[in-house]
C-alpha cells in the first residue's frame, strides 16, 4: 500500500509544475485524493481535494485559480497542476488518499521550490 509522488523541483516565480501521485496497493479509485503541503517552521495545509470518481474538488483560497487537481483512475494516478507559482508556494507537497472506515495512506512527499 504506497503512494509515490513526483514531478517536484526548482520553478521561476510565475511558472508551472505538474505534480503525479502514483497509487498502488489498494482500491485508489475508491478514495477520496487530495494534495497537501508543509512549508518549512508551518504547519501542513491542504491545498486541494477530489472525490473518488472526480467529481466534486475543493481548493485552499490562496491556491483557487492557480491550481487544478485530477484524478486518472485507469491508471491509479491523481495529479495537481500548479500555474502562477508563487515564492509562497514553496514547501514540500504531499498526496494523501482516504476513504472511511478504511483509512488514509501519506506519500513520502516532493518538494516544490518556487524562486528566481
Known amino acids: 500500500v504506497q503512494l509515490v509522488e513526483s514531478g517536484g523541483g526548482l520553478v521561476q516565480p510565475g511558472g508551472s509544475l505538474r505534480l503525479s501521485c502514483a497509487a498502488s496497493?489498494?482500491?485508489?479509485?475508491?478514495?477520496?485524493m487530495s494534495w497537501y503541503r508543509q512549508a518549512p517552521g508551518k504547519e501542513r495545509e491542504l491545498v486541494a481535494a477530489?472525490?473518488?470518481?472526480?467529481?466534486?474538488?475543493n481548493y485552499a483560497d490562496s491556491v483557487k485559480g492557480r491550481f487544478s487537481i485530477s484524478r486518472d483512475n485507469a491508471k491509479n494516478t491523481g495529479y495537481l497542476q500548479m500555474n502562477s507559482l508563487k515564492p509562497e508556494d514553496t514547501a514540500v507537497y504531499y498526496c494523501n488518499a482516504r476513504k472511511l472506515y478504511a483509512g488514509e495512506v501519506w506519500g513520502q512527499g516532493t518538494l516544490v521550490t518556487v524562486s528566481s
Open positions: 477530489i472525490s473518488s470518481v472526480g467529481g466534486t474538488t
Open positions: 496497493g489498494f482500491s485508489f479509485s475508491t478514495y477520496v
